[in-house]
């Protein structure tokens, strides 16, 4: 199959050729595409080298998919036009999740919805992936009335220039600034730009993916997202109030039965999850399960995942190998 890897240069691009790769997607031929300053640079793929090319050459090369990471704008621009020449696009860009007419997938949740006239398909936030693997079980079997978030989000989710601002600035080097504010040995209380609420944009797309992937807007969410001089992944800790009671050790086993999730919950040992630990892996790894005691029927929990994998580019994969297994490409 004809593959296009749109901002193959980038930061989630670079990953999901490794993610391509690793899982054994049926490329036969590879497109990376990058903006003009990177066409005729290499990449590599699977140990042979691929000249970048422009987004023209790429649709005029009809791959059967074109996986896009490079920002909301070029997404906007030109997704359509690679759909209408027949390409199937996954985006992992903002630009089209609350669009109603695209779907919005988490494989391990809403795969289902998926058909062969779907060709712009939306690849949720990255912290919102990792928060519905780990709560659509338990939203399943207690039904959740109101989560409540904090997020401690890694650098890498802004991208390259944000990965160098943190080590420039361990190194004691003046470079460029990604963020407003130093991010080593800081905390930055602000993820993407604030809206007319007094949330950040990273906030209300959290409280509005988990709806519209959950197939649920009666849930109710709150979050306060956070940036961390920390690169593995993300971590969130989440207060999950249910409908209906729960016992522990029956969340436990729903968890540790679930596609994607791992549970690492041993508070005797001091085993929890960590960046360090999810960093370069594909699952949502959840521990510190504890009743919250100010309140029935309610959860407490911390989730981590690698914000580039199954944040980004394990999840866009896995929805090209959901399209391809069902022929829908
Ligand atoms: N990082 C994450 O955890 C994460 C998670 C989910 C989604 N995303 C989304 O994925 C996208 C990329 O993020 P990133 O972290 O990989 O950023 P990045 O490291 O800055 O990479 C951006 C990529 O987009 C390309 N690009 C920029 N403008 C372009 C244009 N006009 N035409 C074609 N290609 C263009 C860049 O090419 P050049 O090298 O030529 O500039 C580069 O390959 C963003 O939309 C982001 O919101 C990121």
Not at 202 to 217: G, Y
Request: hydrophobic content about 40%; aromatic content about 6%.
């Amino acid at each position: 199959m004809k593959v296009a890897v749109v901002g193959a240069t980038g930061l989630v691009g670079t990953k999901m050729l490794q993610v391509l790769a690793e899982r054994n997607f049926p490329v036969t031929e590879l497109l990376p595409v990058a903006s003009a300053r990177s066409i005729g640079k290499e990449v590599e793929f699977k140990g042979k080298k691929y000249k970048v090319v422009g987004m023209e050459d790429a649709i005029k090369a009809k791959p059967a998919v074109a996986i896009f990471s490079a920002g909301g704008s070029t997404s906007l621009e030109w997704a359509p036009k690679f759909a209408e020449a027949g390409i199937t696009v996954i985006d992992n860009s903002s630009a089209w999740r609350m669009d109603p007419t695209k779907p919005l997938v988490v494989p391990e949740i809403n795969a289902d919805i998926l058909t062969a006239s779907d060709k712009i398909i939306a690849n949720p936030n990255c912290s919102t992936i990792q928060m519905v693997v780990a709560l659509n079980p338990l939203h399943k079997k207690y039904g959740i009335k109101r989560i409540v978030v904090s997020t401690y989000q890694s650098v890498t989710g802004t991208g390259v220039k944000a990965v160098d601002q943190l080590l420039n600035e361990r190194k004691g080097v003046v470079g460029e600034m990604a963020y407003k504010y130093p991010i080593d040995l800081n905390v930055i209380p602000q993820i993407d730009v604030f809206t007319e609420n007094g949330y950040t944009k990273e906030e209300m797309k959290m409280v509005k993916e988990t709806a519209k992937i959950m197939r649920d807007d009666t849930i109710r969410v709150t979050a306060t997202t956070v940036r961390i001089p920390v690169m593995g992944g993300h971590s969130e800790s989440a207060n999950v109030e249910f409908l209906n009671d729960f016992t522990l050790d029956e969340v436990r086993s729903l968890l540790e039965a679930a596609p994607g999730v791992v549970v690492v919950d041993d508070t005797a040992n001091a085993k929890y999850p960590m960046p360090m630990d999810a960093h370069e892996k594909d699952d949502v790894f959840v521990g510190r399960l504890r009743r919250d005691e100010s309140q029935d029927k309610t959860l407490n929990m911390w989730i981590v995942s690698d914000n580039l994998r199954k944040g980004a580019a394990t999840n866009a994969v896995q929805i090209a190998e959901y399209l391809n297994s069902k022929g829908l490409l």
